[in-house]
């Protein structure tokens, strides 16, 4: 399935109301692997713009949906961490790199729902971002092991917190319908 079409069937998805988990049925059996796996990382290949919490509103139906779904997105974005398929940076921040995977893009989505970086990420990145920023993190997962590592500590900090773990509050960004932009 290309990826174009496989945006289009989200967006459909995502405008007509379909919940997360009729999406994820409906791709799963669409995947030539039946697995599912790659076409749920797919997805998000398919985000065009990633705003800055807290200082831009939602405007991408994929981003909105995720939102909007946390529950049933953490356990995704947790498992794609570690998947390495370089994509166009969607995000809006003014540090963008070349090289921006899949895995980035579920990570920070990750971090922005749970908020825990701060418990996963190793002192020594968390101790580069004062001098580096987020190229301390970008530098740290160029290695494959520490993407999986990664991927095994959000993984087990969500089996331990999970089942108390309650949707974020609204952040103070309007989080906008797919389609609407920002006044």
């Known amino acids: 399935m290309s990826r174009n079409i496989l945006f289009q069937v989200t967006v459909l998805f995502v405008l007509a109301g379909v919940s997360l988990a009729d999406q994820q049925e409906h791709i799963k059996g669409q995947s030539a692997d039946n697995t599912g796996r790659r076409d749920r990382c797919g997805i998000l290949a398919q985000i065009k713009t990633y705003p800055f919490f807290g200082r831009e509103p939602i405007t991408d139906p994929i981003v909105y949906d995720i939102w909007h779904n946390q529950r049933e997105w953490i356990p995704i974005l947790i498992e794609c961490i570690t998947n390495d398929m370089i994509i166009k940076d969607p995000r809006s921040s003014p540090a963008?790199?070349?090289?921006?995977?899949?895995?980035?893009?579920?990570?920070?989505?990750?971090?922005?729902?749970?908020?825990?970086?701060?418990?996963v990420l190793p002192t020594s990145v968390l101790e580069g971002y004062k001098e580096m920023g987020v190229y301390a993190y970008f530098r740290w997962v160029e290695n494959p092991a520490n993407r999986k590592a990664l991927q095994n500590s959000c993984a087990a900090w969500w089996k331990e917190n999970g089942s108390s773990w309650r949707k974020s509050p609204a952040k103070p960004t309007p989080i906008l319908p797919p389609g609407q932009k920002p006044n």
């Open 96 to 119: 963008r790199i070349d090289t921006f995977r899949i895995g980035d893009l579920s990570f920070f989505l990750l971090n922005n729902i749970i908020e825990v970086g701060d418990k």
